[in-house]
């Protein structure tokens, strides 16, 4: 078949080029494979535009989708001459295009407000949010401005939350979330996931966690959702018995009496271990697999333990103070972290020379608070900043796909949810969930 010629709006003196737009993407968006001729001064949009010419051709009806453009495996983020200039690629022959729904979010939801700085969020459950605030107070959401759950008892700011999920869940089985505070304890909740009603139930934690001797900076589940550990500013990091049947070392059990109505006895439980090394606040640990977790700290170090041994089997010096840090991408081995300055770095600790990151992300202004790895990607992740920002990555380009800037103070938190929304918390005291994002 013979090859088209397309103008777009551009100058006619612009140099041709010879494309081919190919897509793994389902009709209604497959666009035809002809080769056609198209000026080489187009960007991404210009790009966008071409392919939604193509695709609604011949259609009564089409609604515009922005794209995102692969050539040799790299997102293009600059003109299509200058991107085959800096890459070496020659524009003689036919260059196959790959084009991919734009990685951005098309809604914002109305943002769910709270009491105070909204500091964490855990979306790794469907059917709800879970935000920790600066009140003490953990609350659940179905979604945007409806509040399910308010979970009461701390008496300091929630720093951290993390949804436990066992592996084998019996039927009808309540749903467990750990909450980690500035009042050095940790606890956790029982509650009903799939209840609906309208009214705000108001639930107190069925186990008290103590044994950190300051601010509780951090938790996370294992995998088998058996346990949790946590870090905190007392250098160390803890682990916990989860379940609600094993009570492990029990210190005291209280009851209480609320509307006649006698509630549930409260468990107070020490830790079953601690790992030592840090010397300085453990900011973040991350529980991947059973017998591997992964800490943070502000002495500059990421540390990956082995969990039965307890002892660290990698520690890397990273040169600044770390904030957050997550486990993912490719073979769910890459390390990403941020700190105290504007760069989101990213290891991959199967490389000799772990030290230096095999990314780099700079586009934030202020420190780094949280970052994300999607779970079914290899290259798609968020990260939070005390700019007021949240930005989206692929590991394919130096710059962010999307800025989410619907915060109007430093973002605290920041987390997938659905695998196709982004929630985030903040200063601002808002809960704001960004939706549609079409990652995979």
Request: charged share 25%; with cysteine; aromatic share 8%.
């Amino acid at each position: 078949m013979a090859g088209m010629d397309i103008d777009g709006d551009v100058e006619e003196a612009a140099r041709r080029v010879q494309v081919r737009f190919v897509t793994k993407l389902k009709p209604p968006f497959k666009a035809p494979t002809t080769s056609i001729a198209i000026p080489s001064n187009l960007t991404r949009f210009g790009l966008s535009s071409i392919v939604n010419n193509l695709l609604k051709a011949g259609k009564d009806e089409w609604n515009t989708e922005p794209f995102d453009f692969l050539i040799d495996g790299e997102l293009v983020r600059m003109s299509l001459e200058e991107f085959l200039l800096a890459k070496g690629i020659s524009a003689e022959k036919i260059l196959e295009i790959e084009y991919i729904k734009a990685v951005a979010p098309r809604k914002q939801e109305e943002p769910s407000l709270h009491d105070d700085w909204v500091s964490a969020v855990d979306g790794s459950n469907s059917k709800f949010i879970l935000t920790g605030c600066y009140d003490g107070c953990g609350r659940i959401w179905k979604a945007a401005g409806s509040c399910t759950h308010q979970l009461e008892g701390h008496t300091g700011a929630i720093t951290s939350v993390c949804v436990v999920k066992p592996r084998v869940v019996p039927s009808g089985a309540d749903q467990i979330v750990a909450t980690a505070s500035k009042d050095r304890t940790l606890r956790l909740w029982k509650f009903d996931a799939d209840e609906s009603s309208d009214q705000l139930k108001r639930i107190r934690s069925f186990k008290i966690l103590h044994g950190h001797n300051a601010s509780v900076q951090s938790v996370a589940a294992n995998p088998a959702g058996d346990m949790v550990c946590s870090g905190s500013w007392d250098c160390q990091i803890a682990l916990w018995q989860a379940s609600g049947s094993d009570t492990g070392d029990v210190v005291s059990v209280k009851k209480r009496k609320k509307d006649a109505k006698e509630e549930d006895p409260q468990v107070e439980e020490e830790a079953k271990s601690t790992l030592v090394g840090h010397t300085q606040c453990v900011s973040s640990v991350v529980w991947p697999q059973d017998e591997t977790m992964y800490s943070a700290s502000w002495d500059h170090s990421i540390r990956r333990w082995d969990v039965e041994m307890g002892k660290d089997s990698l520690n890397m010096y990273c040169d600044k103070v770390i904030n957050c840090l997550d486990v993912g991408g490719e073979g769910s081995a890459l390390i990403a972290a941020g700190g105290s300055d504007p760069i989101l770095r990213i290891w991959d600790p199967r490389k000799p020379g772990t030290s230096a990151p095999v990314y780099q992300f700079s586009s934030h202004s202020s420190w780094i608070s949280a970052c994300k790895w999607h779970e079914k990607s290899w290259f798609h992740l968020v990260s939070a900043s005390y700019d007021g920002k949240v930005m989206l990555w692929d590991l394919r380009t130096a710059w962010p796909l999307a800025v989410i800037d619907t915060h109007n103070d430093k973002v605290l938190c920041a987390d997938w949810w659905k695998g196709e929304s982004v929630v985030s918390g903040g200063a601002d005291s808002k809960l704001c969930i960004s939706s549609d994002v079409c990652v995979l």
